[in-house]
């Protein structure tokens, strides 16, 4: 068992017994201490590599992200700019 890193605003520390599996969804390998790793937010295919992951989605999920990219080139991240 190991720690590994959830990546959202913040890094979230879980242990990979919480997790449904120990194993990248998409390179097979097991999750090694303080591996960065995320979901798809496209879909339920599990948790990845955060690398792994963006491979992922533009394989995938390529004109969800286009549409995602789109409906959201125009915000602001922050109130200043």
Partial sequence: MVNVLWREGWLKPL???SLPSEKCAKCNNEFKELD???????????????????????EEHQDLLETKMADHREKRLHSYQ
């Fill in 36 to 58: 960065f790793v995320t979901s798809c937010e496209f879909c339920q295919a599990g948790i990845f590599h955060e690398n792994c992951c963006n491979t992922h989605i533009i």
């Fill in 15 to 17: 242990l990979t017994e």
